[in-house]
């Protein structure tokens, strides 16, 4: 494991700068400066001569967050074919927990909030987030084996694949398959110069990968296809040398700037005057789809893949750790917001009580994975203490 003096590489800080952004998005929202900030959110930004005019809050969702999607996509590259996933044998347990991990929420949404107008948030509490998950894990799990690990990351990186395909298919809104197609060919010749650049190492060629990766999003945002889908297939299909040093080099601003900026943005919301008995379906669905249906869904389904194991073997995972997986995994945050806003675009008071709802069961699966890891932490370093 590589070790860097630099705390945006690491887990526990930008896991703390990420949830003191939201805090203070959401603090901000609610005093005197409200009207100040949301007039630089919702003003407009347009490129000329392009159809992209779009609101500073949505420069950062469409826009910045789509770099932090070529990250996550590298990183998921990466796993599929050299890490964690790169076989089915490693992939089935994780895949099977991960798919209880999805399933059960959407069944805890829809029965609080399945009625008309809030149907459509189903896909809210099904993400994770990797980076704020592996955070508390770094925080408070030391001594934990790293099988833990293991398992929570490729958990984590499958619920990515899932919110990045619901963000692809659910999305798109009166799409133009020329421009989508014309995204294609640039993603296309983004792989093709990125296998030049590996071969060569001229620095020409990696100028020419980012205008094309940025024509790339703009196409794809002009489709009507979310634009995060761009970093997606941008990270997917880059050569892997190249990817690795974007990745690195992206790292830092992806942890200091553009997931604390997005935070900020998303938390930035108004927190309703009104008594518990009106706040939207969506609230409640999400407020418990989170941490409930995640620990439900990540521990049964979890538990049922430790018995696919040869007879006679013991399971990598104590039924307990799988437990604690279930607590991280209820920790959505960035991409849960993301779907958030999506899903209720057209309707503002009810996206603004969904995103309530996403921090508020993102921090009480924070707050439960936080003592439930350190309890089990310390069970393994007092075993650990015992038999040395």
């Not at 999003?217 to 979310?226: E, N, R, T, V, Y």
Request: charged residues 10%; without cysteine.
């Amino acid at each position: 494991m590589r070790i860097s003096s630099n705390p945006l590489r690491g887990q526990q800080f930008p896991a703390a700068l990420l949830l003191a952004a939201a805090g203070l998005g959401l603090l901000l929202a609610n005093v005197p400066t409200h009207d100040a900030i949301a007039s630089v959110l919702h003003a407009h930004i347009a490129i000329p001569g392009t159809p992209l005019d779009l609101s500073v809050a949505h420069w950062i969702s469409d826009g910045l967050l789509a770099i932090f999607f070529l990250v996550v996509a590298i990183e998921l590259r990466h796993e599929l074919t050299h890490g964690e996933l790169n076989s089915a044998r490693k992939a089935v347990q994780p895949a099977i927990a991960a798919a209880g991990g999805v399933l059960v929420p959407i069944a805890v949404y829809l029965l609080i909030a399945g009625g008309e107008g809030t149907a459509g948030g189903w896909p809210i509490p099904t993400a994770t987030d990797i980076a704020f998950a592996l955070g508390v894990l770094a925080m408070f799990g030391k001594g934990l084996p790293s099988a833990v690990r293991v398992f929570l990351l490729a958990l984590a990186i499958l619920d990515d694949i899932i919110g990045i395909i619901f963000i692809a298919v659910l999305f798109a809104h009166d799409v133009d398959w020329l421009m989508f197609a014309i995204a294609v060919v640039a993603v296309l010749v983004f792989w093709l110069l990125s296998h030049w650049l590996h071969a060569s190492g001229h620095s020409g060629i990696a100028v020419t990968m980012g205008v094309v990766g940025v024509v790339a999003w703009g196409l794809m945002a002009a489709s009507g296809i979310h634009a995060t889908i761009a970093g997606v297939m941008l990270g997917l299909v880059m050569a892997p040398v190249p990817a690795e040093r974007v990745r690195h080099a992206l790292e830092p601003t992806v942890n200091g700037v553009i997931l604390p900026v997005f935070a900020f943005a998303a938390a930035f919301v108004v927190i309703p005057a009104v008594s518990p008995t009106e706040l939207s379906p969506a609230f409640w669905a999400i407020l418990i789809a989170l941490p409930v249906g995640k620990i439900i869904g990540i521990t049964l389904f979890g538990w049922l893949s430790l018995q696919l194991r040869p007879r006679g073997t013991a399971p990598a995972l104590a039924l307990p750790d799988v437990i604690a997986a279930g607590m991280l995994g209820g920790i959505g945050f960035t991409v849960s917001l993301l779907l958030a806003n999506l899903a209720f675009a057209a309707d503002a008071e009810v996206r603004d009580q969904a995103i309530l709802g996403v921090l508020g069961g993102s921090l009480i699966a924070l707050l439960l994975s936080g003592v439930f890891v350190s309890m089990r932490a310390r069970h393994y370093r007092v075993l650990a203490a015992a038999s040395s």
